[in-house]
């Protein structure tokens, strides 16, 4: 397996503008993560998914963010409007059945 | 509410030296806790993963204990490299019905000097 990819490594995008990122969890795994890393807060989890389903998503900042699970091989978290304080390094990871967890390589977003 | 906690911060050691990383959390209640390695603008590798039910695990040059009752978690590096040298993060899974929360440490940012 490839691995968790994330989609895109880099964003650039201006304040305002409607910003998504992508994640291809490893097949198989039944629970979906995503975080966000800054140098103030570390990794602070967003929101997780265990069979597509939405569980906790107390850790949205706001309502500008929100997260989508259609099937078993695919998310997205969506920000809009975008920003500056959003930038950050945007994690997804999954795991099997609360086992270990895997992490992609992130998407660095910039909000100018 | 889970809090962890990853001491020291940062730490410097000559080439060859063993180290001990140290992880605390508040909530013995946990699923497992598992170890990372993240290399400056990369991605989070997994390194070792202890159930609650063991007390450590071995991979390596690594060995990661686990005492529940204390809050206690230790990653032991043997024979230090330079290629070691990376950010290592302590995280715990929270436990309890359909909670299943992976909450981090801050990390500790590790450089070997050759």
């Known amino acids: 397996d490839a691995g968790v990819i994330q989609s895109p490594r880099h964003e650039v995008t201006e304040m305002g503008q409607e910003v998504t990122l992508r994640c291809k969890p490893i097949s198989g795994h039944d629970y979906l993560f995503w975080y966000r890393q800054t140098m103030m807060r570390g990794l602070e989890l967003l929101i997780y998914f265990n069979n597509n389903v939405p569980i906790d998503d107390s850790g949205m900042p706001e309502d500008r963010f929100s997260a989508k699970m259609p099937n078993a091989s695919f998310s997205t978290l969506k920000i809009q409007p975008s920003e500056p304080r959003d930038s950050a390094v945007y994690f997804c990871?999954?795991?099997?059945?609360?086992?270990?967890?895997?992490f992609g390589q992130g998407t660095r977003l910039t909000v100018v | 509410k889970q809090e962890v906690t990853q001491i020291p911060a940062a730490l410097s050691v000559p080439e060859g030296e063993n180290l001990v990383l140290n992880c605390s959390f508040t909530?013995?209640?946990?699923?497992?806790l598992q170890w990372f390695r993240q290399d400056p603008g990369k991605g989070l590798t997994s390194l070792l993963l202890i159930q609650s039910s063991q007390r450590e695990q071995t991979s390596g040059r690594l060995n990661a204990s686990l005492d529940k009752s204390s809050g206690r978690s230790t990653l032991y590096i043997a024979a230090s490299q330079p290629g070691d040298s990376a950010t290592y993060l302590c995280?715990?899974?929270?436990?309890?019905?359909?909670?299943?929360?992976?909450?981090f440490g801050k990390g500790t940012l590790l450089t070997v000097n050759p």
């Open positions: 909530d013995s209640a946990i699923y497992n």
């Open positions: 995280a715990v899974f929270v436990s309890g019905g359909s909670n299943y929360k992976l909450t």
């Open positions: 990871a999954s795991s099997y059945r609360r086992t270990e967890a895997f």
